[in-house]
């Protein structure tokens, strides 16, 4: 495998209210905070591991302006730690909106940027994932983006739910990443993205290679001469390939 998944990034106007609202919400910590960054993770957390993905919120001057296409969705234990638990988000600053979701068992709230989040009713499926129960990317073609991810995050496939395609790490730990069909077109650069990187002593110029191999196309969002590379994987979403670590 080239690469490992090991952020969710978020494009942030207030990068540390951000981390605060989440940190609060997901029962987390701040594990790294500078000028140009903040990072989120679980409490004793030893990063990079299979255990979570990082929440790490960027600076951007843009405010928000489309649905997002790639959210997340919480994990609850039972109806009443899903009530509890939209009420508390409700008093950190969540608002509930909609996005044409009709009349469903779980909630759709949006952080105070204006972010997108499912929480779940309960589901066996979540119930060791800790509280983030999946990354969830909008998809025109789920099967066939969830084979270059495969490659990209370094996770293995999952047996069919309910039409669900979904990727875990293969410790089966931590959250999974599902790919859900969704026939809206990509019109601007994704205000969420995922980091990649290649594995401790690995090359980044060969794992680079590889993703394209495989389907990514390099992306250019304005970065400039960073140390990182920037691609689009089959259905442009935009992604981050790190240096080893």
Same mark, same amino acid.
Not at 191 to 209: I, K, S
């Given at each position: 495998?080239?690469?490992?998944?090991?952020?969710?990034?978020?494009?942030?106007?207030?990068?540390?209210?951000?981390?605060?609202?989440?940190?609060?919400?997901?029962?987390?910590?701040?594990?790294?905070?500078?000028?140009?960054?903040?990072?989120?993770?679980?409490?004793?957390?030893?990063?990079?591991?299979?255990?979570?993905?990082?929440?790490?919120?960027?600076?951007?001057?843009?405010?928000?302006?489309?649905?997002?296409?790639?959210?997340?969705?919480?994990?609850?234990?039972?109806?009443?730690?899903?009530?509890?638990?939209?009420?508390?988000?409700?008093?950190?600053?969540?608002?509930?909106?909609?996005?044409?979701?009709?009349?469903?068992?779980?909630?759709?709230?949006?952080?105070?940027?204006?972010?997108?989040?499912?929480?779940?009713? @309960?589901?066996?499926?979540?119930?060791? #994932?800790?509280? /983030?129960?999946?990354?969830?990317?909008?998809? *025109? %073609?789920? &099967?066939? =983006?969830?084979?270059?991810?495969?490659?990209?995050?370094?996770?293995?496939?999952?047996?069919?739910?309910?039409?669900?395609?979904?990727?875990?790490?293969?410790?089966?730990?931590?959250?999974?990443?599902?790919?859900?069909?969704?026939?809206?077109?990509?019109?601007?650069?994704?205000?969420?993205?995922?980091?990649?990187? @290649?594995?401790?002593?690995?090359?980044? #110029?060969?794992? /680079?290679?590889?993703?394209?191999?495989?389907? *990514? %196309?390099? &992306?250019? =969002?304005?970065?400039?001469?960073?140390?990182?590379?920037?691609?689009?994987?089959?259905?442009?979403?935009?992604?981050?390939?790190?240096?080893?670590?």
């Amino acid at each position: 495998m080239p690469t490992r998944l090991v952020h969710m990034v978020i494009d942030a106007s207030d990068t540390a209210a951000m981390a605060a609202f989440w940190v609060a919400a997901l029962d987390w910590e701040v594990g790294q905070d500078e000028p140009d960054e903040a990072a989120i993770w679980p409490i004793g957390f030893n990063y990079p591991g299979p255990e979570a993905v990082p929440l790490v919120f960027v600076p951007v001057p843009e405010p928000k302006a489309v649905k997002n296409r790639i959210h997340l969705d919480l994990a609850t234990q039972s109806t009443a730690h899903q009530a509890d638990l939209v009420s508390r988000l409700r008093d950190l600053g969540a608002v509930p909106v909609d996005i044409g979701q009709g009349d469903v068992p779980w909630v759709v709230l949006a952080d105070p940027e204006g972010n997108e989040f499912c929480v779940l009713e @309960p589901r066996s499926a979540y119930r060791n #994932t800790g509280p /983030v129960a999946a990354i969830v990317v909008d998809s *025109a %073609v789920p &099967a066939g =983006v969830a084979d270059f991810w495969t490659v990209a995050s370094g996770w293995r496939l999952q047996p069919d739910r309910n039409g669900i395609i979904a990727l875990r790490s293969p410790s089966d730990a931590g959250p999974y990443l599902e790919f859900l069909p969704n026939a809206d077109p990509k019109n601007a650069k994704n205000r969420v993205h995922l980091d990649v990187a @290649p594995h401790r002593d690995e090359d980044h #110029t060969a794992a /680079v290679e590889s993703l394209l191999r495989s389907g *990514a %196309v390099r &992306a250019d =969002v304005g970065q400039g001469a960073v140390t990182w590379t920037v691609l689009a994987d089959p259905e442009g979403n935009e992604f981050c390939v790190l240096s080893p670590r």
